[in-house]
């Protein structure tokens, strides 16, 4: 079994949780999610994850860490990562998109997808990068970068590219569409406003956590 099995295998798994989410319980999505990862893990061609792959093309090494993450929020009910984190890695995800793949699409002369083939000064920028996020503490934007960069040092999946260990198009647009929800999510739990004091951050805190609990039963 190969790493790009095992990440689509936890994409398929994450999916599965979300569609069921609503209609088993949390025991019945437990079983249910290690009958579609072992259905998902299995050889070719009876396995599903070789088909979806043949038909989707791979997940980045993101997509497999956000997998978990939203696996263990559909069976914990909560994330174990504060949401300002996810917040700061879908928004990162997002702007690397808006500028990767409309110039690797012919926007521009430059190509940044040549850039993922090795090449050392990019692959610095991203490790500096990553140490900015955690100096900033923005820790899960660090893991993803480091990560990625690990990944590919040690030729884990079939690409040879480090931006498919980054973000792949389905990341992406499940990146925009968690923000937006989120962003949603927010407006609603926002309390009216009163007293402008100390209790802004207070509020703050109050609205996330009422988000959270929204995120949990949806």
């Not at 999610?33 to 050889?43: E, G, I, K, N, R």
């Not at 692959?123 to 990560?147: D, E, F, K, M, Q």
């Not at 079939?158 to 992406?172: A, E, F, K, R």
């Amino acid at each position: 079994m190969t790493l790009d099995i095992l990440v689509c295998a936890l994409v398929l798994v994450a999916v599965q949780l979300r569609i069921s989410a609503s209609l088993l319980s949390v025991r019945g999505r437990i079983i249910l999610s290690v009958v579609v990862f072992v259905w998902a893990v299995l050889p070719f061609p009876w396995g599903l994850a070789p088909w979806v792959i043949s038909y989707l093309a791979g997940f980045s090494i993101t997509s497999g860490l956000l997998a978990i993450l939203a696996i263990q929020h559909r069976i914990a009910g909560h994330y174990w990562l504060p949401l300002k984190q996810l917040r700061g890695a879908c928004l990162m995800l997002v702007l690397m998109a808006l500028w990767f793949y409309p110039m690797s699409m012919g926007s521009s002369y430059a190509d940044p997808y040549a850039l993922g083939f090795g090449n050392f000064g990019f692959s610095t920028a991203l490790l500096l990068l990553g140490l900015l996020a955690w100096v900033l503490r923005a820790y899960a934007t660090c893991l993803i970068l480091v990560a990625a960069e690990l990944a590919f040092g040690a030729d884990l999946l079939v690409s040879d590219n480090l931006w498919d260990y980054l973000i792949d198009p389905w990341l992406v647009l499940w990146a925009a569409g968690w923000m937006i929800r989120d962003r949603l999510l927010q407006a609603r739990a926002m309390p009216a406003p009163q007293q402008p004091s100390a209790s802004g951050n207070q509020s703050r805190e109050s609205a996330d956590n009422a988000l959270a609990a929204r995120s949990s039963k949806s």
